[in-house]
């Protein structure tokens, strides 16, 4: 045989053994998108900025580290789903209804206030195998590491201070790293954006500034959800510090009270704050006016705002008016489309860097499709599906709070 041929044909014996050797290889199936968004959210911190899971924690039949549903008990978040989930943890929130604005009232909403956080601090307690307090923003990797879901602590409406900004200083003392001015009426700090008889200071009030200078001088992050658009103006003037929005959607898509418009959240990203995205129905989808459904579905939130009283009987009575109520007067149901148009929104008008999670879980949230925290991994797969790359997705999840967290403990001035 020709030298040359006996090359050639020895050549091509070892083309194909390198083939054979390296079809393995060559032969593994790329990561799909599913496995990236999996990886992805496993490894990021995801933090929710509103967690009203607090208003369950007196339930005399319910306990965080059992699984629940929401079809049993209305509830929304728990360990167990936690960690199917994949949510590391939180804002959780002292939530205190707006009563009278009177030296009783305010008596009782400090009381309220202060009841509330020790139920969060004994929940972590009863729970430190799985729970920790966090107070800085570095603790929220220390605490992932360990295998713990994530505690701060938040609140929703001032009036725990009992119109007195120098409590706050107390209420920092014992965990508190965010603060809410007002709910859905005034208070004697600010104008909320859905007070019944329209605004009363034009903004914020003397004590409501004061109240902003205090938040910035402790390190607190400072939530303009709920309020007007003059206290979002005002304060992000006044504020030393980048604020949030810890449960709010975009007005443009739906122009409720309670959302924003593009003007502020480009205003709110160039201070560098960041936006939660909420997925309460009526802020997502306009629902047509009804008082009569109103009405009952205070009557139905009264039956369960009392946690301590909540009884299995009592639970089983407020599901069934739950049921009536929609049965008799059916409403558009948002879905998780509608969540995600509205988050998209705001990912364009304010920049990846500026938008996070903050879904109302436990306090209203949730939307077909989006019930619980299981379902958060849908988010972080439909964000890289749309083009965002891994490190703009962990902002969202959680990074982008954490950076406003560091700067305001940075201006933090004991």
């Keep these: 045989m020709p030298r040359a041929i006996q090359t050639m044909k020895s050549t091509a014996i070892a083309l194909l053994l390198c083939a054979f050797l390296l079809r393995p290889a060559l032969a593994a199936p790329a990561e799909t998108l599913e496995q990236r968004a999996t990886a992805l959210h496993n490894s990021a911190i995801v933090l929710d900025t509103h967690l009203d899971t607090p208003m369950l924690f007196a339930r005399p039949d319910w306990r965080i580290g059992d699984r629940h549903s929401f079809d049993a008990d209305f509830s929304q978040v728990d360990y167990p789903r936690m960690v199917e989930g994949g949510l590391d943890g939180g804002f959780w929130v002292i939530y205190t209804p707006q009563g009278e604005r009177t030296a009783a009232g305010n008596r009782a909403a400090r009381d309220f206030g202060l ?3 020790v139920e969060i601090r004994e929940m972590v307690a009863a729970n430190a195998d799985r729970f920790e307090i966090a107070l800085s923003a570095d603790d929220a990797a220390r605490i992932k590491k360990a295998g713990k879901r994530i ?10 201070l009992a119109s007195d900004p120098s409590l706050l200083g107390a209420y920092y003392d014992l965990g508190l790293r965010m603060l809410g001015l007002v709910h859905s009426s005034n ?7 859905t007070n019944p008889g329209g605004p009363e200071f034009n903004g914020l ?5 004061a109240l902003v200078a205090e938040a910035n001088r402790l390190g607190l992050i400072i939530d303009l959800s709920h309020a007007s658009n003059a206290v979002f103006d005002q304060v992000v003037e006044l504020s030393k510090t980048p604020v949030v929005l810890s449960h709010t959607a975009s007005a443009a898509l739906n122009a409720h ?12 990203a160039a201070t560098g704050g960041v936006i939660q995205v909420n997925s309460v129905n009526q802020f997502l989808i306009k629902v047509p006016d009804n008082a009569e459904r109103d009405a009952e579905v205070d009557r139905f939130f009264a039956m369960i705002e009392d946690g301590a009283a909540l009884s299995a009987e009592r639970r089983k009575q407020a599901m069934q008016l ?3 109520i929609e049965a008799k007067y059916p ?3 948002a879905t998780f489309e509608d969540y995600m148009k509205h988050m998209l ?4 008008v304010a920049g990846p860097e500026h938008v996070g999670l903050g879904a109302d879980w436990d306090g209203g949230g949730g939307v077909s499709g989006m019930i619980d925290v299981t379902s958060l991994p849908k988010i972080t797969e439909r964000l890289l599906r749309e083009g965002y790359s891994e490190d703009q997705v962990r902002g969202v999840l959680g990074g982008n709070l954490l950076r406003v967290m560091r700067a305001v403990e940075a201006a933090r001035q004991p």
């Design 345 to 348: 929104h705001i990912l364009e």
């Design 115 to 117: 009841k509330r956080l």
């Design 205 to 209: 009030s003397d004590k409501g500034r």
């Design 331 to 333: 409403t558009p149901k």
């Design 257 to 268: 009270p309670r959302n924003i418009d593009d003007a502020r959240l480009r205003k709110l």
């Design 322 to 324: 739950y049921r009536e």
């Design 187 to 193: 208070d004697d700090f600010a104008d909320s954006s």
């Design 151 to 160: 505690v701060y602590i938040s609140m929703e409406n001032a009036s725990p």
